[in-house]
C-alpha cells in the first residue's frame, strides 16, 4: 500500500506541477484540493504522506479524497488504472519503474543543484543577521528575530504592517505609538519551525491620566505584575500577554517596559501583532517598539509535537472564550457603580466611518441638526492637526459665525422606561479654538456633559419613566460662540437593574 501512495503523491506532483518540498507547498496543494472537491486534508497530514514528517499509514478515506482531486473515483480506481497503465507497458518491454526510478534520481540531482547554492548563500545570510542581534536572549535560545519584518518599528518600513482599527501610529519616531484609538497592528511571520517560542517587546500602556492611573492601580487587588487596568496587549496567534501599565513602574523614564509572550508555532507561520480596545479614554496612550522572537525548543519527536499541540489547543479555547467587542464596544461598563449594557441597535452610523465618502460628505443617515447642513460634514483626520485625541472620522459642525442656538449635530432615538446613560466622544471649540459652553446632552432633560476644545470621551445618565423619543446629541445654549464642534462613537448604555 505504502508504494501505491507513493505513487499517488507523484501523480499529484506531476498534475499540479509543483514539488511537494516546504510546508507552504503542502499548504497550498491542500487549499487547492478544498477548491476542487470540497473536502479537506491538512498540510500536517499531507507532509506524512510526503514522507517529511513521521506519522502512521493513512485512512482509506484520505487515499479516496486524493484519488478524486486527480480525477479518479476512489483509491482503488487510481490503483486498477495505474496497474493496467504499468502492464501495458511492460507487455511492450518497456520497464516502467526502472524508468521512474531513473526520472526520480534526475529530478532530485536537478532540484538539489539548485537548492544546495541557495541553501548554502541563504544559510550565510541568516547566520550573519541573527547572531549577535540581541545579547540579552535567553539562554540556549536561537535568535529567530531576522524572520521579523521591521521589528524597530522604522517608519519609512511601516508597509510591512498590517494597521486594523487605529490606523498608522500617529508619532513618527520609530515606535507604534496610539493615543485614544482602539487599534490592531500585525504582521505575519513565515518560514519558523514547529517549537516554542518567546517573544519580547518593549511596550506599555497608560490606560488614563496619570493620577487617575495611578489612584487606580494602587487600589487594584491584582496587580498581574504590572498590567493591572492595562488592556494592551501583545499577541502570537491565539497566544496574548497584557503589556505593563505605565504607572506599575518606578522609574518611569529609565524603564524598558520588557514584556514577554510565550507561544508554540506548529504550521511554519504565524501572526504576532499589538492590540487595544480599551484605549479610549482621555489621556489613554500605548507604545509598543523593538519586537524580539527566539526559539526556545524545537518540536524533534512526535512527542514535543502532541505536547505543544495542547498548549495550542489550550491557548485557543481561551482565546475563543474572551468577547470579542465591535470597535468602540466598552463590556461591562459601570456608571456611577451600576453595570450597563450597551445598545447598539438604538444609534445609526454612531461612528460614522462607514458612511465616509471623501473629506466632505452630507449628513449620513440617522443624524440631524439645527443648523444649516451644509456646513456640517464628515472629517478625516488627516484634515486636522489637532494631535492627540482625534478620532479617525467623525462628524463635524464648522462654521466662520457663531452657531444659533440648538443642535448642533445629534440624533433621535426611541427608548423604553429605564435609565441610560448616553456617550460619545466629542469635542467643541469658539473662535481662536478656545472652549465654548457646548454640551452633549438629551433635549428636554437637565443631565450633560460639558465638552472640551479638545476631542474627549464622556457620559450623563437620563432616567425615563416610560417609553418615549428623545434627541440626544451637541447643544449650543444662548450665546455660545461655538464655530466648530465634532461628535462620534455616540453609543446608549441601558443600566442593569
Known amino acids: 500500500m505504502q508504494n501505491d501512495y507513493q505513487q499517488l503523491c507523484e501523480a499529484i506532483e506531476r498534475q499540479v506541477e509543483r514539488t511537494m518540498q516546504t510546508p507552504l507547498d503542502f499548504k497550498w496543494l491542500s487549499e487547492r484540493i478544498f ?17 517529511y514528517r513521521t506519522g502512521v499509514v493513512p485512512r482509506q478515506a484520505t487515499l479516496d479524497i486524493m ?63 541573527c547572531r549577535n542581534t540581541n545579547t540579552e536572549m535567553p539562554a540556549g ?79 487594584a487587588e491584582d496587580k498581574e505584575e504590572g498590567t493591572a487596568l492595562s ?3 501583545i499577541y502570537a496567534g491565539p497566544f496574548a500577554q497584557r503589556v505593563k501599565n505605565y504607572v506599575s513602574e518606578l522609574d518611569q523614564e529609565n524603564s524598558s517596559y520588557e514584556n514577554v509572550l510565550h507561544f508554540v508555532v506548529l504550521e511554519d507561520s504565524i501572526r504576532i501583532g499589538f492590540r487595544s480596545d480599551e484605549n479610549w479614554q482621555r489621556f489613554c496612550r500605548a507604545q509598543a517598539d523593538d519586537f524580539r ?16 499541540e495542547a498548549q495550542r489547543d489550550s491557548a485557543q479555547r481561551t482565546d475563543d472564550a474572551r468577547p470579542h467587542p465591535k470597535t468602540g464596544d466598552r463590556i461591562p461598563l459601570t456608571y456611577n457603580g451600576m453595570e450597563a449594557d450597551v445598545l447598539y441597535n438604538y444609534v445609526k452610523n454612531g461612528k460614522v466611518v462607514n458612511c465616509w465618502k471623501g473629506h466632505e460628505a452630507s449628513l449620513p443617515e440617522g443624524w440631524i441638526t439645527e443648523q444649516e447642513p451644509n456646513r456640517c460634514r464628515l472629517v478625516h483626520r488627516t484634515d486636522v492637526g489637532r494631535g492627540m485625541g482625534d478620532t479617525d472620522i467623525y462628524l463635524e459642525y464648522s462654521s466662520d459665525k457663531p ?52 476631542m474627549d470621551w464622556n457620559y450623563f445618565p437620563i ?20 464655530r466648530r464642534a465634532g461628535i462620534s462613537a455616540l453609543v446608549v448604555w441601558a443600566a442593569k437593574p
Open 231 to 233: 488592556r494592551a496587549e
Open 403 to 454: 452657531a444659533k442656538p440648538g443642535l448642533l449635530i445629534g440624533q433621535r432615538l426611541f427608548l423604553e422606561a429605564g435609565t441610560y446613560y448616553l456617550t460619545a466622544i466629542f469635542f467643541a471649540q469658539g473662535e481662536n479654538e478656545m472652549p465654548t459652553n457646548v454640551s452633549l446632552a438629551a433635549k428636554g432633560y437637565e443631565s450633560s456633559c460639558r465638552a472640551s476644545s479638545l
Open 67 to 129: 484519488a478524486r482531486f486527480l480525477g479518479y473515483a476512489d483509491f482503488r480506481e487510481f490503483q486498477d488504472k495505474s496497474k493496467e497503465t504499468a502492464d501495458s507497458l511492460n507487455d511492450q518491454g518497456i520497464n516502467v519503474e526502472g524508468i521512474n526510478e531513473g526520472k526520480r534520481w534526475k529530478q532530485r540531482w536537478w532540484v538539489a543543484g539548485l537548492v544546495i547554492p541557495v541553501v548554502v548563500i541563504s544559510s550565510w545570510w541568516l547566520f550573519s543577521k
Open 463 to 482: 432616567t425615563l419613566r416610560e417609553a418615549q423619543e428623545i434627541t440626544v446629541g451637541l447643544w449650543a445654549p444662548e450665546g455660545c460662540d461655538v
Open 293 to 308: 522572537l527566539y526559539l526556545l525548543r524545537r518540536a524533534t519527536t512526535e512527542e514535543d509535537y502532541r505536547q505543544m
Open 35 to 51: 477548491e476542487r472537491v470540497h473536502e479537506t486534508i491538512s498540510p500536517t497530514t499531507l507532509m506524512r504522506l510526503w514522507g
Open 141 to 219: 535560545a536561537e535568535d529567530w528575530t531576522c524572520r521579523l519584518r521591521n521589528p524597530q518599528c522604522d517608519t519609512d518600513s511601516l508597509d510591512v504592517w498590517t494597521f486594523d482599527l487605529g490606523g498608522k501610529p500617529l508619532e513618527e519616531d520609530g515606535t507604534l505609538t496610539y493615543f485614544m484609538k482602539d487599534f490592531d497592528v500585525h504582521q505575519v511571520v513565515y518560514g519558523l519551525p514547529a517549537g516554542e517560542y518567546e517573544l519580547r517587546v518593549r511596550a506599555w500602556h497608560l490606560p488614563c491620566d496619570t493620577d487617575k492611573a495611578l489612584y487606580d492601580y494602587e487600589k
